[in-house]
């Protein structure tokens, strides 16, 4: 079955550091995979998906994520972090594919932004 | 620009309670879905609907029954509710592409 592993369910970084959030999936044929954000008392919102178009995909806000097959990974980075980044961050596979688009979430990374 | 609207956003029962959570969404969407949110474990998928007239079951659907009114709308029903439901419910729709989500109905039993 597929999942995915979000490691470091808190993650804090200083104002203009670089963000790092880790994720890897499992699975036996190529995903889709999917960086959501949702900011507190909302919903969640798209940030990128990988549809094997390009490994590298940037996404809304300045994130970008690599695909890394041989690692199984598809971490979601950030040169410089903002304030308004503080949010929790969850990672997604799709394991039907097509038309149903039924998604897998990881258990979620909450980012603090420091001042 | 609606999106996926969920009503109540707020709701508090007492066990063996039933109530039904609304959800529409006005983007011409095939699919939707209900999830649940709880601390440390993601979001669930419960039941989903890949087009009018289907619905199917997800990962966690004891407890829970829904209703694909119509192409818009997608309730879903707790006929007894129990203290382990108290979670935050969201919907979402997909025309095929990403999901888009409500902004949740925060459900408590007591």
């Known amino acids: 079955a597929q999942s995915v592993t979000q490691l470091g369910s808190h993650v804090s970084v200083s104002e203009g550091a670089l963000v790092l959030l880790r994720c890897n999936y499992s699975?036996?044929?190529?995903?889709?995979l999917f960086w959501y954000v949702q900011y507190p008392n909302q919903g969640l919102q798209l940030l990128l998906k990988?549809?094997?178009?390009?490994?590298l995909v940037k996404g809304i806000n300045g994130f970008e994520a690599e695909f890394k097959k041989s690692e199984t990974s598809f971490h979601l980075t950030k040169p410089s972090a903002h304030m308004s980044d503080a949010a929790e961050y969850f990672c997604?596979?799709?394991?039907?594919?097509?038309?149903?688009?039924?998604?897998?979430f990881g258990t979620g990374t909450l980012l603090a932004v420091q001042p | 620009n609606a999106g996926v609207t969920q009503t109540p956003k707020f709701q508090v029962l007492k066990t063996g309670q039933s109530m039904t959570l609304q959800c529409a969404q006005d983007?011409?969407?095939?699919?939707m879905y209900w999830y649940r949110q709880d601390p440390g474990m993601g979001l669930r998928l419960i039941y989903y609907?890949?087009?009018?007239?289907?619905?199917d079951k997800g990962e966690v659907p004891n407890g829970y029954n829904v209703s694909r009114l119509n192409k818009r709308e997608f309730s879903l029903r707790l006929e007894s509710a129990a203290p382990s439901q108290t979670s935050v419910y969201f919907c979402?729709?997909?025309?095929?592409?990403?999901?888009?989500f409500g902004n949740g109905t925060r459900l408590t039993v007591t």
């Open positions: 979402a729709s997909s025309g095929g592409g990403p999901l888009h």
């Open positions: 699975s036996s044929v190529p995903p889709y």
């Open positions: 990988y549809t094997s178009a390009a490994t």
């Open positions: 997604a596979v799709n394991y039907a594919g097509g038309a149903t688009n039924k998604l897998i």
């Open positions: 983007m011409n969407h095939n699919s």
């Open positions: 609907s890949a087009s009018e007239g289907t619905t």
